[in-house]
């Protein structure tokens, strides 16, 4: 049973470039929720998405977007990146009900912004 | 209202002695406080959960002890074991939704 997978595992942008993290689910879950880590900090919530709508959204700007598949996989968007937006990108799935509030989570996608 | 303070921000323990750190939030709202443990190049995993109709919670070597009037929750680890060097974070939430709120992390080391 694969857990939750994340694509890229790296990658290095430029500053005012897009782009896209990918994310797949543990099997069975429907929620996705994507976390921002930046270097000795804790995770911060992005957004969550469920049903293919974003449903619950932290303090992030427009610029953060999100999509979430019919097959419950998931993207996140960052447009006009800034050279803080050089994070490790967490994304974590659960199961809409029933799960307990446990947060399963992928390794993460590290970016970093030149 | 929103932080959630954890402490201390790095700590040394000997192998065998009981690790503790500790964590204090301010929204009375929340009412799910979970332990996730992280190594290096991984994504965090829950280690433990507490929920505040009960003081204390124990799952093998892991203790969560949780102080309501206080608003602070702590995590134990006895006889702590180089395999639980780690980064620790503590995160509070409210249970209808899984938005969890991190404490900022405490780096663990337990030297053999």
Same mark, same amino acid.
């Given at each position: 049973d694969a857990g939750v997978t994340q694509s890229p595992t +790296?990658?290095?942008k430029t500053r005012g470039q897009q782009v896209t993290l990918r994310c797949s689910p543990k099997s069975g879950h429907d929620t996705v929720s994507w976390y921002q880590q930046a270097l000795g900090q804790g995770p911060q919530f992005?957004?969550?998405y469920y049903e293919e709508e974003?449903?619950?959204r932290g303090n992030f700007?427009?610029?953060?977007?999100? +999509?979430q598949f019919p097959n419950y996989s998931s993207e996140l968007n960052v447009n006009a990146l800034l050279l803080g937006d050089s994070a490790l990108y967490l994304c974590a799935s659960s199961p809409?009900?029933?799960?307990?509030?446990?947060?399963?989570?992928?390794?993460?996608?590290?970016?970093t912004v030149l | 209202q929103q932080q959630v303070k954890q402490s201390p921000q790095s700590l040394i323990v000997q192998k065998g002695g009981i690790s503790i750190i500790n964590c204090a939030y301010e929204n009375?709202?929340?009412d799910? &406080?979970?332990w996730y443990q992280q190594f290096p190049g991984k994504g965090p995993a829950l280690l433990i959960a507490i929920r505040p109709d009960v003081s204390e919670k124990k799952e093998g070597? &892991?203790?969560?002890?949780f102080n309501k009037s206080a608003k602070q929750f702590s995590l134990h680890i006895m006889d702590s074991q180089p395999g639980d060097s780690a980064t620790y974070f503590c995160a509070a939430g409210v249970d209808s939704n899984y938005q969890l709120i991190w404490g900022a992390g405490t780096k663990l080391i337990i030297k053999p």
């Open positions: +790296h990658l290095i992005i957004f969550q974003e449903r619950q700007p427009d610029r953060f977007s999100g +999509h809409r009900f029933g799960g307990g509030g446990e947060l399963f989570f992928g390794e993460g996608s590290r970016l | 009375t709202a929340f799910y &406080f979970p070597r &892991f203790t969560i002890s």
